[in-house]
């Protein structure tokens, strides 16, 4: 068995890819609201009470609260409700995702919620009837739950003090990834 990380665009990255909405989805098949938080991604400090603040607390409900990545929603930190609408997204993204570039997990992930945010999505009831609902989505404050672009390009040193966790994306290699942890004094091992 090897250790080694996958290259950004060899298979076995494409092959992860693809399978992260199946393990999504058996989590929130079992009742378990989630977290998913990529590899690349840093918890500074522990974003759990305000996840809970922003995620339990809201009226309308927010079904998927992401981290805010060029006016998308970044699949590599996202929360995810436990309720049959957010399964069946799931399951159109991972069909979406079946269809095209893995690697590209990102725009079949927010075309599908594009959908299910203005038009809505069939979710079939216990009953075997079909209702077409509509999914909410929020953003986590960008400050608090920076992307690598923010956090290691535009942000200050001050700024930095306040965020809490922080993806490591916006740059492609493994050992570039290292690397900017590093210089950032973000890397553990």
Known sequence: ESLEAFSYNEMGYKLMMTHRPTVVNRLLEMGRHIIFSDADVVWLKNPLAHIQQVFMNNDPIVHILGQF?????????????????????????QDDLSKGDPSKNQVPF?????????????VPDHNGN????KITAAFLPNRLFPNGKLY??????????????????????????INRFKDFDLWAL
């Not at 996202?78 to 399951?91: H, L, Q, S, W």
């Not at 942000?155 to 994306?169: F, K, L, Q, S, Y």
Request: proline share 4%; charged share 30%.
């Open 69 to 93: 990545d060029k006016k998308r929603i970044c699949p590599g930190f996202t929360v995810y409700r436990a309720c049959p609408e957010v399964i069946k997204f799931i399951d159109m993204w």
């Open 152 to 177: 290691f390009e535009e942000m200050t040193d001050a700024e930095r003090e306040g965020a809490m966790v922080v993806h490591n994306n916006w740059i492609i290699g493994y050992d570039e990834k």
């Open 110 to 122: 927010n075309n599908v919620l594009d959908v299910a945010m203005s038009s809505g999505i069939p």
């Open 130 to 133: 079909t209702t077409v609902k």
